[in-house]
């Protein structure tokens, strides 16, 4: 067993250093971001998929920690304590651990510490190359690992932005749908809500508490939620801050005064996020759609067909892959092109790579200004378990 364990290391290490060798080649530079981070710039920026699943701790001195669940945000700071202006090019590559605790128990496809080699590409301006570059280099570097039969699957949050921006609706609406859109259960029952004025009411436990919030004074809001819970004797704890429970329940009270989503405009958000295809037939579909609409997304598809015909530069076969309007990943700093390399039928353990745009993260984090970033993960345990036909 230890001899068979020490061969899978060497195995693994040797498909790592082969990985980080081809993205060093690219002209991509090695970088070790810290393991241990302040805990708030994931917990704010991760979203509750990953915000329940980090390890949080604080130091003797007081200070809020946690052990990095994703490499992406770690390696932005490298780049901001590097280029605080956010006025320069780069190009990171990286290999090492993260962490996320598992609910219900860690196994081989979900383990609490797995390996990440990943890329990111920060300040390309050209969105479009830089976004078929980082796809293309992932798709050669898991076949260089010698991973066959593989699928690819792309989305655009772009494309679901540029809906919701085009649609009569109120900016609440359009904020939450971005929060959700990443847990399609979650979103459609969203829909449902938002399309119902009975869905839209608040239960009798809240009915009180909505009832004396005015949707407009979110800090007269903040204070009546806390004596409410005060006098319930409810206290405070899970991922929601007590700022957070009041703006939710803000927007319940605004909602309760705001007429139901129109059933047109419920039947178009779910027939786009039904398009599933071969990316050029997918955004033929999405123009039809949008257009009978009266929406007009002309121009962030244009991007997407120059974004396709970048891809197929980089050694994409976009025929094979597949777009879904509704796929977004798991992670909530994406915001334009996302991909994943998966094996079908493995679940979980057959996702073996992926990633997309960003361009939001980085001023999020402290730059001056919005940082065009792409970037990529590959789970490399993952990958040699597939390589060798097991699942991990």
């Known amino acids: 067993m230890v001899a068979e364990t ?3 290391y060497e195995a693994l290490q040797a498909q790592d250093n082969a990985i980080i060798a081809l993205f060093q080649s690219r002209d991509y530079e090695l970088v070790a971001p810290a393991y ?3 805990a708030d710039l994931f917990l704010d920026r991760m979203g509750e998929a990953i915000r329940g699943r980090t390890y949080v701790f604080t130091d003797p001195g007081g200070a809020e920690l946690c052990l990095r669940p994703d490499v992406t945000l770690p390696a932005c700071r490298v780049y901001l304590e590097r280029y605080p202006k956010s006025d320069v090019e780069a190009r990171f590559c990286y290999n090492g651990a993260a962490f996320r605790y598992q609910p219900g128990g860690a196994d081989a496809a979900r383990p609490r510490e797995f390996r990440q080699a990943g890329i990111e590409y920060i300040g390309g301006a050209d969105r479009a190359s830089a976004d078929a570059e980082v796809t293309g280099l992932a798709l050669e570097a898991v076949r260089s690992a010698g991973l066959k039969d ?5 989305g655009d949050l772009g494309l679901f932005e540029a809906l919701i921006q085009s649609l009569d609706i109120p900016e609440r609406w359009r904020l939450r749908m971005r929060h959700f859109f990443w847990r399609p ?4 029952d969203l829909l449902r809500q938002l399309s119902s004025a009975r869905a ?6 809240e009915a009180e508490l909505i009832g004396a919030l005015d949707p407009e004074d979110h800090e007269a809001a903040t204070a009546i939620v806390a004596a409410y819970l005060e006098r319930a004797s409810i206290p405070l704890d899970g991922v929601r801050s007590l700022s957070e429970i009041a703006e939710r329940l803000r927007g319940r009270a605004a909602d309760a005064r705001q007429p139901p989503l129109p059933a047109a405009t419920l039947r178009l958000i779910e027939d786009y996020l039904n398009v599933s295809d071969a990316p050029g037939a997918a955004f033929e579909r999405i123009a039809e759609l949008t257009g009978a609409g009266g929406l007009d997304l002309s ?3 244009q991007g997407a067909h120059t974004r396709l015909e970048k891809l197929k ?5 976009t025929d094979s892959a597949t777009f879904s309007a509704e796929f977004g990943r798991d992670l909530e700093y994406y915001t334009g092109h996302v991909f994943q390399i998966e094996m079908p039928g493995r679940g979980r353990a057959g996702q073996i790579a992926g990633g997309g745009r960003y361009d939001d993260l980085l001023k999020s984090l402290g730059a001056p200004r919005e940082v065009p970033a792409a970037g990529s993960a590959i789970h490399t345990e993952r990958l040699l378990a597939a390589v060798r036909g097991g699942v991990a």
């Open 299 to 301: 121009a962030p598809l």
């Open 36 to 38: 241990l981070q302040p």
């Open 313 to 317: 530069e980089f050694g994409v076969d």
């Open 150 to 154: 593989f699928k690819i699957l792309l």
């Open 6 to 8: 020490a061969a899978s």
């Open 185 to 188: 259960p979650v979103f459609h």
């Open 200 to 205: 839209g009411l608040p239960g009798a436990v």
